[in-house]
């Protein structure tokens, strides 16, 4: 079963970087056709995709946040990172990562991490 | 960006009864749309993919139809463990994929 366990600060100032890192286990992160991404929610509001990465560390990003958005992956420890750099209020939200299968159905994100919150205050 | 428009934005109905959420896209989509089911606390779960399609493990009682720009998620008979935020998804063009807002279904 693939399970994705997201970690990292739950507390960022404004205009520092958020980080955060998510362990996948029960699959490869270098299998081939899987993206792993990250999306957020904003508190009582919707989901929006931040970005996804393969394993070679082909990078897409949300246009709208493409200026600020850094993803990295780590095939030896079979993880993979978000940096948001120059963060605001408007950043705080729990933090999803995600697989997406693109070689099989159902090519959408089917699992998911736990989430983390991460608030923007000083 | 393709924008998902969601209603209603609660619906309100009692165990047993037939639920009928709709997601309407700002352009085609073709098949290209997916539901999640959403529970307080707990990250969203894939429910139907390219529109009509039960993912692994999802009873019966839900489905999906609809292409183009209007899509219905049915849900046959409610059971208790139903009441939770369902969200629509598109892959159709992308970046970025993007989601509607949500429908809550809430107990009456």
């Known amino acids: 079963q693939v399970q994705l366990q997201e970690s990292g600060p739950g507390l960022v100032k404004p205009s520092q970087t958020l980080s955060l890192t998510c362990t996948v286990s029960g699959v490869s992160i270098s299998t081939g056709g899987n993206y792993w991404s990250w999306i957020r929610q904003h508190p009582e509001k919707g989901l929006e995709w931040i970005a996804y990465?393969?394993?070679?560390?082909?990078?897409t990003y949300n246009p709208s946040l493409k200026s600020r958005v850094t993803m990295s992956v780590d095939t030896s420890k079979n993880q993979f990172s978000l940096k948001l750099s120059s963060v605001t209020a408007a950043d705080t939200a729990v933090y999803y990562c995600?697989?997406?299968?693109?070689?099989?159905?159902?090519?959408?994100?089917?699992?998911w991490g736990r989430g983390t919150l991460v608030t923007v205050s000083s | 960006e393709i924008v998902l428009t969601q209603s209603p934005a609660i619906l309100s109905l009692s165990p047993g009864e037939r639920a009928s959420l709709s997601c309407r896209a700002s352009q085609s989509v073709a098949y290209y749309l997916a539901w999640y089911q959403q529970k307080p606390g707990q990250a969203p779960r894939l429910l139907i993919y390219d529109a009509s399609n039960r993912a692994t493990g999802i009873p019966a009682r839900f489905s999906g139809s609809g292409s183009g720009t209007d899509f219905t998620l049915t849900i046959s008979s409610l059971e208790p463990e139903d009441f939770a935020v369902y969200y629509c998804q598109q892959r159709s063009d992308w970046p970025p994929y993007t989601f509607g807002q949500g429908t809550k279904l809430e107990i009456k």
């Open positions: 990465i393969s394993y070679s560390g082909s990078a």
């Open positions: 995600a697989r997406y299968a693109t070689n099989s159905p159902p090519y959408y994100f089917d699992f």
